[in-house]
């Protein structure tokens, strides 16, 4: 006689709880067990943190890839937590496929820094095209940009982003790399908007992120303050 399945849990929304499920829908998986939830990284302090929000005690295991990169992963089994996963959006087998996520709108900034944690990148360099035309200012370049398999889901990224604080980005589609592969989609975010994209998902000193990631941003906005600065000495 197979087992019965737990009831039904509504789990309680929090800004820590919100960045968890962002990492999940990026770097996480569901098992055709129905139970079992599976968060995959290189990077232990990414799952150190993931641990943290949603209070686990599993152990982080690693594999080691064909290629000779080592990944670590978070696996735990909880049939309330898989069904309620479920119900918001996520699915087995979700890269290609996933769509919109019943996220709050009050804890999506904590959602969309798990999200760029996880399939998102924080890219700045140094653009010295006009100090080599005798000014004597650097302008730094920063962008944000947000790979998934799942058109459906940048599409709705996007949308949402523009809703809550009315940064548009712009969507671009990555051709696949061989037969075998799809296509991958990509929203990306400019300097000006990435500037206040930091702002708004880096909101407090103390939420939860993968610090390296926000070092990279925090650096960048500092770089840019002062170049600003220079640059208005310069024409002044």
């Known amino acids: 006689m197979p087992k019965r399945r737990l009831p039904e849990k509504d789990f309680i929304w929090t800004p820590n709880f919100a960045y968890a ?18 968060m995959r990284s290189a990077e232990i302090p990414m799952l150190e943190t993931f641990k943290d929000c949603l209070g686990l005690k599993n152990k982080i295991g690693s594999t080691i890839r064909k290629d000779g990169h080592i990944h670590f992963r978070v696996q735990f089994g909880n049939v309330q937590f898989y069904d309620w996963l479920l119900k918001i959006g996520l699915t087995p087998a979700k890269s290609l496929t996933i769509g919109a996520i019943a996220v709050p709108d009050w804890v999506f900034p904590d959602y969309l820094r798990g999200v760029i944690d996880g399939d998102g990148n924080i890219q700045t360099y140094s653009d010295k095209y006009n100090y080599y035309k005798g000014r004597n200012y650097i302008t730094q370049r920063l962008f944000i940009r947000i790979v998934s398999g799942s058109e459906r889901h940048i599409i709705w990224l996007q949308n949402k982003i523009q809703c809550l604080v009315q940064l548009h980005g712009a969507i671009i589609k990555r051709p696949p790399i061989d037969e075998k592969h799809s296509p991958l989609w990509e929203l990306k975010f400019a300097k000006k908007e990435s500037m206040k994209l930091i702002d708004w998902i880096y909101y407090n000193p103390s939420v939860p992120c993968l610090q390296r990631k926000r070092d990279i941003a925090e650096t960048a906005l500092k770089i840019i303050s002062e170049q600003k600065q220079k640059k208005y000495e310069f024409i002044n």
């Open 21 to 38: 499920v962002g990492l999940l829908v990026t770097d996480g998986n569901l098992s055709k067990s129905g139970r079992h939830i599976t």
